[in-house]
């Protein structure tokens, strides 16, 4: 507000300043102009009029008299006649007759200088010229004084119209300087304000919106941020949360095992064998989810972590599918594997085996016994296709956008007791994603899954 009071009234009192100098500047000049113009036709007639060897010639003064008087009316000035000596031998006004008047504009005009003064102060002009005799001597001069009130009078009524219009303008830009930083901060400070409590850590703050303007934008943009954020903190508390649970009940179990035993005194051996064989499996299980865990830490660093080298996907599949054949041949379940053509890709080898695997894994556990297991190999010339389908039990529709989630299992008693530890097809996204490719599920319960996998065939770190 200070600033821009000083940006708009320091020039404006300079304005108004130069203004009021100028205008009585030029009144006055004009006036001395005008004076300088009568005195100079005044003295030549009195000059030529021999007004100094008339004096004592009493008809012919009093005709010059009122030839002078006539003068003065017209011009509405005064005009005194002085002796070379400054004594006044006529006055228009009669006021200084016999009197001695020696003023630096008379001694100017005797000396044929030139005469001519303002005086601010009396607020009249003065204006002298010399007066010769036939011999062009000088015998006397000629000082016309005008007043300049009415100059004065103007240049103030001019001066209070100015007064009042920058009265005006201060109160107009009073008002605005009050109003435009209201309307410019306000919205500001709100955002400020909602931006202090959410560093403080309360999420749920959003901006109010108004209007359609700049700020509304600012504020939308942030509103969308922040959601964001809380979205993000709202994962990241939730993922604790589970896996906080993941890792509580396996320990639970070890805890009730261990102190049945404990509190037996002499427990059989073969109850021994048997709690010790149940602590071994949920500590298995622990260290499948921290396995999975890191897995998924180590994906989250980003494409850094790949090691990306030439991969066979057709060998890489019937690796996987060797090592699964026993429990499938136990299952029952029939593993098909179609490779339409051999494809190689740029990828993590290690990553993208695990990711496959998980899918073969799922599709075998998934599905019951006699089912049938089929995986497909085939490319085009920028993608590769991976696809696992299954005859299982399929995933209903609400859940099918979930699975990818990290510990999302459909059935949670009856997964759980699969062994699986509900990361599996998180670390596969995150794989998928990374490769920049990608992976869908078409399922329907009770008939069966298919995932497809799109894997780029050229590994670009930038795309
Ligand atoms: P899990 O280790 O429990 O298998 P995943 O992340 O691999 O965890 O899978 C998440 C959930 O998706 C599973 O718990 C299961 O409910 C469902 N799911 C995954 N694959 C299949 C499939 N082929 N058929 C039916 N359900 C599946």
């Given at each position: 507000?200070?600033?821009?009071?000083c940006i708009s009234?320091?020039?404006l009192?300079?304005?108004?300043?130069?203004i009021?100098?100028?205008?009585r500047?030029?009144?006055?000049t004009?006036?001395?102009?005008k004076l300088l113009?009568?005195?100079n036709?005044i003295?030549p007639?009195?000059?030529?009029a021999?007004y100094?060897s008339?004096l004592?010639?009493?008809?012919?003064?009093?005709?010059?008299?009122?030839?002078?008087?006539?003068f003065?009316?017209?011009?509405s000035?005064?005009?005194?006649?002085l002796d070379?000596?400054?004594?006044v031998?006529?006055?228009s006004?009669n006021?200084?007759?016999?009197r001695?008047?020696?003023?630096?504009?008379v001694i100017?005009?005797?000396e044929?200088?030139?005469?001519?003064k303002t005086?601010?102060?009396?607020?009249?002009?003065?204006?002298?010229?010399?007066?010769e005799?036939?011999?062009s001597e000088?015998?006397g001069a000629?000082?016309?004084?005008?007043?300049?009130?009415?100059i004065f009078?103007s240049?103030?009524?001019?001066?209070?119209?100015?007064?009042m219009?920058?009265a005006?303008?201060?109160i107009?830009?009073?008002?605005?300087g009050?109003a435009?930083p209201?309307?410019?901060?306000d919205?500001l400070?709100?955002i400020v304000?909602?931006?202090?409590?959410?560093?403080?850590?309360?999420?749920?703050?959003r901006?109010k919106i108004?209007?359609r303007?700049?700020y509304a934008k600012?504020?939308?943009a942030f509103?969308?941020m922040a959601?964001?954020l809380?979205?993000?903190?709202n994962?990241?508390?939730e993922?604790v949360?589970?896996?906080s649970?993941?890792?509580?009940t396996?320990l639970s179990?070890?805890?009730?095992?261990s102190?049945s035993?404990?509190?037996q005194n002499?427990?059989?051996?073969?109850?021994y064998?048997?709690?010790?064989?149940?602590?071994?499996?949920?500590?298995?299980?622990?260290t499948?989810?921290?396995?999975?865990l890191?897995?998924?830490?180590?994906?989250?660093?980003g494409?850094?972590?790949?090691?990306?080298?030439?991969t066979?996907?057709?060998?890489?599949?019937?690796d996987?599918l060797k090592?699964l054949?026993?429990?499938?041949?136990?299952?029952?379940?029939?593993?098909?594997f179609?490779?339409?053509r051999e494809?190689?890709i740029e990828a993590d080898?290690?990553?993208?085996t695990?990711?496959?695997?998980n899918?073969?894994?799922?599709?075998v556990k998934?599905?019951p016994n006699?089912?049938?297991?089929?995986?497909?190999?085939?490319?085009?010339h920028?993608n590769?296709?991976?696809t696992v389908?299954?005859?299982?039990i399929?995933?209903?529709?609400?859940?099918?956008?979930?699975?990818f989630?990290?510990?999302?299992?459909?059935?949670?008693?009856?997964?759980?007791?699969?062994g699986g530890t509900?990361?599996?097809?998180?670390?596969?996204?995150?794989t998928?994603?990374?490769?920049?490719?990608?992976?869908?599920?078409?399922?329907k319960?009770?008939?069966?899954?298919?995932?497809?996998?799109?894997?780029?065939?050229?590994?670009?770190?930038?795309?």
């Amino acid at each position: 507000m200070v600033v821009y009071l000083c940006i708009s009234f320091v020039p404006l009192i300079f304005f108004f300043n130069t203004i009021m100098i100028s205008i009585r500047d030029y009144f006055q000049t004009d006036r001395e102009k005008k004076l300088l113009n009568a005195v100079n036709i005044i003295a030549p007639t009195i000059t030529k009029a021999n007004y100094f060897s008339h004096l004592g010639d009493e008809s012919k003064r009093q005709m010059m008299d009122s030839d002078i008087a006539d003068f003065s009316a017209q011009g509405s000035y005064r005009i005194l006649v002085l002796d070379n000596y400054g004594m006044v031998l006529n006055d228009s006004n009669n006021a200084e007759v016999g009197r001695t008047k020696i003023i630096p504009e008379v001694i100017n005009a005797l000396e044929r200088e030139n005469a001519i003064k303002t005086h601010t102060a009396e607020q009249t002009v003065y204006a002298a010229a010399p007066i010769e005799n036939e011999a062009s001597e000088i015998v006397g001069a000629v000082l016309v004084v005008s007043s300049i009130e009415d100059i004065f009078v103007s240049v103030s009524e001019i001066e209070q119209k100015l007064i009042m219009y920058t009265a005006i303008t201060t109160i107009v830009m009073g008002v605005l300087g009050f109003a435009v930083p209201q309307v410019l901060i306000d919205p500001l400070s709100s955002i400020v304000s909602v931006v202090q409590k959410m560093s403080d850590g309360h999420l749920d703050q959003r901006i109010k919106i108004s209007g359609r303007d700049e700020y509304a934008k600012l504020g939308h943009a942030f509103n969308d941020m922040a959601e964001k954020l809380e979205k993000v903190d709202n994962t990241r508390q939730e993922f604790v949360s589970n896996v906080s649970h993941e890792l509580k009940t396996p320990l639970s179990s070890i805890k009730v095992l261990s102190e049945s035993i404990l509190l037996q005194n002499d427990a059989p051996l073969l109850m021994y064998r048997e709690f010790l064989r149940d602590i071994n499996s949920e500590v298995d299980r622990m260290t499948r989810v921290v396995t999975d865990l890191l897995q998924l830490v180590k994906l989250d660093q980003g494409e850094l972590g790949l090691n990306i080298q030439t991969t066979n996907i057709n060998r890489m599949v019937s690796d996987i599918l060797k090592r699964l054949g026993p429990l499938a041949e136990r299952k029952e379940i029939k593993l098909i594997f179609e490779d339409v053509r051999e494809v190689v890709i740029e990828a993590d080898e290690m990553k993208i085996t695990s990711t496959i695997s998980n899918l073969l894994d799922n599709a075998v556990k998934y599905t019951p016994n006699g089912g049938t297991v089929k995986t497909t190999v085939d490319a085009d010339h920028q993608n590769a296709f991976i696809t696992v389908s299954d005859t299982g039990i399929g995933i209903k529709e609400e859940d099918q956008g979930k699975i990818f989630d990290r510990f999302y299992r459909v059935d949670k008693t009856r997964d759980r007791e699969t062994g699986g530890t509900g990361l599996g097809l998180a670390i596969t996204y995150s794989t998928v994603r990374l490769h920049h490719g990608s992976i869908r599920v078409i399922s329907k319960e009770n008939e069966g899954s298919l995932f497809i996998v799109r894997l780029p065939i050229h590994y670009s770190r930038n795309a």
